[in-house]
């Protein structure tokens, strides 16, 4: 991992009437060990994010004009700096077409890498500390958020610029539902493409995986799952995609190719594709959980109509070996309420 060019630029709109702000740096940075640490952690937050985008970048030049610029600055016809520049007029642009107020921190990168380039763009929020000065005087400091990581995108260059395989994703995004509008700026900042269909994916994975284990008993079930959830986790982990040849070999080492085979018998998977699912929707395999009315429930999967058993006509559920600490508690509370 070697950072070769990164800048910071500084968006705001304090009123959802007012139009933004943008600071801008004129100079990229000098690169030092304390950028390559933010790097670091903001590249592991970004690959630990479940849920995230992948596509292609927008076809229409006009509207979604990043990838225009980004290879001018490849055929050095412009520095990064006015790379970054264009970029940030293009975000304050379509920031300033929606009705919220936003403020992040832009910082933008190229990585140089052994197996392919990659660009990133992260929108950084920023939280307010305590510091002690050298008077011994408390003073306010702000300081920029590395564990929150609500917008931001990865380009894999040399994928984008071969154009050896069409269908292969080669931009990343991530984008938190609660920033709504502003997300959707962004996402056309960085004239990002959705390509793949997660939740489709995702639902067609948990299909195969339900008909695989359904004629084997609950335990062996439940095993199945569980490989199968940590497998998922491990590639989401790796920034890569799920090969479905190569869940199997995880599934069954016995016997590698045999969910393989029946993927592509029951959903016409081919055995050497490759999935995106959402590894949160995915932990339904392993865990089921749920709360309201007061209650939050969670247990693993493989418990179900086993210590926990659910009747569907009377609405209920029944727990046949409560946890220790659970009926300890419990009857705490009994006595307590007896007291009274």
């Known amino acids: 991992m070697a950072i070769t060019s990164l800048i910071f630029h500084r968006i705001t709109r304090w009123q959802a009437e007012q139009p933004s702000e943008i600071s801008l740096c004129e100079q990229a940075a000098h690169i030092t060990a304390d950028h390559e640490s933010l790097f670091s952690q903001l590249k592991k937050v970004f690959q630990f994010k479940a849920g995230k985008f992948h ?40 920031v300033d077409k929606t009705s919220e107020e936003f403020e992040a ?21 920023s939280n307010s500390g ?19 990581l609500d917008l931001a995108m990865r380009v894999d260059l040399d994928d984008w610029l071969s154009d050896s395989d069409t269908e292969n994703p080669y931009l ?29 994916e995702t639902e067609t994975l948990m299909e195969v995986l339900a008909g695989y284990t359904k004629q084997v008993e609950p335990k062996e079930a439940a095993q199945v799952h569980q490989k199968a959830y940590e497998f998922c986790v491990e590639q989401q982990q790796l920034g890569e995609a799920v090969p479905l040849n190569e869940l199997s070999g995880f599934i069954d080492e016995n016997e590698p190719s045999k969910f393989a085979e029946f993927a592509e018998q029951q959903a016409q998977l081919d055995t ?35 210590t926990i058993l659910f009747d569907e006509q009377s609405d209920t559920l029944t727990i046949t070996s409560i946890p220790k600490s659970l009926k300890k508690q419990i009857l705490e509370h009994l006595k307590d ?4």
């Open 105 to 125: 921190t832009i910082m933008i990168l190229f990585e140089e890498r052994a197996d392919g380039n990659r660009l990133y763009i992260f929108a950084l929020d």
């Open 172 to 200: 990343c995004l991530v984008r938190s539902r609660s920033k709504a509008k502003i997300g959707e700026a962004f996402t056309q900042a960085c004239a990002f493409k959705s390509t793949i269909d997660s939740t489709k």
């Open 272 to 306: 050497k594709a490759s999935l995106r699912p959402d590894t949160r929707k995915l932990k339904h395999l392993v865990r089921i959980s749920g709360k309201g009315n007061g209650l939050s429930l969670s247990f693993s999967s493989d418990l179900m109509q086993q």
């Open 337 to 340: 309420a007896k007291r009274d």
């Open 55 to 94: 596509g292609h970048f927008e076809e229409d030049y006009s509207s979604a004009p990043l990838q225009n610029w980004l290879k001018e600055h490849l055929d050095k016809k412009i520095g990064f700096e006015k790379l970054s520049l264009l970029y940030m007029n293009q975000l304050k642009e379509l």
């Open 130 to 148: 305590l510091k002690l000065d050298n008077a011994m005087e408390l003073d306010t400091v702000d300081y920029l958020n590395t564990s929150k």
